[in-house]
């Protein structure tokens, strides 16, 4: 936890005294380095590992909804029904059973993610050619190895663009994890506001902001990786 420090205590570290409190401070960068550092990380790991927990949750989902019509429905509306409940109250609804750590978080975050993430997975699926499935099958190709060679490459754009979705908001939900102190540099926001610490809620806020954009990036490099057709397709 950062503090603002008194203006008596130092004159060269007076941007983040009580009494000038600057927004701007590269004082604060320098000295609280190793705290930004540790929350960036922890910030960084929540996300991942929330939204892959997600990912690997919404594809059988997708799945279901794509076999059974009759589930459809049911589905969309039970992750659409979680992404309403607000985080405030999802995640001490989570704690009885996590209790107090990282766990809680993720959970609750994987559990937002599947809203964006199955509806886009099952889109994905829908939108791949009914004659290439067909030739496929003629080629006698089996129902796993057309999911895994036909179905789900043709889909990865909007796949990819769902987890673009999901990381991004992740990115930003994580930091309610405050609340159960696992929210990187939510923590550091929270401290910030509480004490009114201007360079404190503008480095996490910038921070976090940067961290969204670095990792949206990542994930359109990866789409250009694995879909190389779609940029033959565009020239």
Sequence with gaps: MTL???????AAQSCYTRAVNDWWCPAYLSDYRHELWSATLQHLWI?????AVGFLVA???ALLARRYHRLESSILAVT?????IPSLALFPLIVPLTGLSPTTVVVGLALYSLTILV????EGLRAVPTD???SAVGLGFSPIRLLFRVEFPLALPVVIAGLRIATVSTVA??????IVAYGGLGNLLFDGVSTNFKAEILAASVICVLLAFALDGALVL????????TRLKAG
């Design 47 to 51: 996300t991942l590992v929330s939204v």
């Design 132 to 134: 290439v499935r067909e």
């Design 222 to 229: 990866t789409q250009r990786l694995l879909t190389p057709w």
């Design 80 to 84: 659409t029904g979680i992404y309403t």
């Design 119 to 122: 509806r886009n997975t099952l």
């Design 59 to 61: 594809v059988p989902l």
């Design 4 to 10: 603002l420090v008194p203006e008596a205590v130092t």
């Design 173 to 178: 939900l994580t930091t309610v994890g405050a």
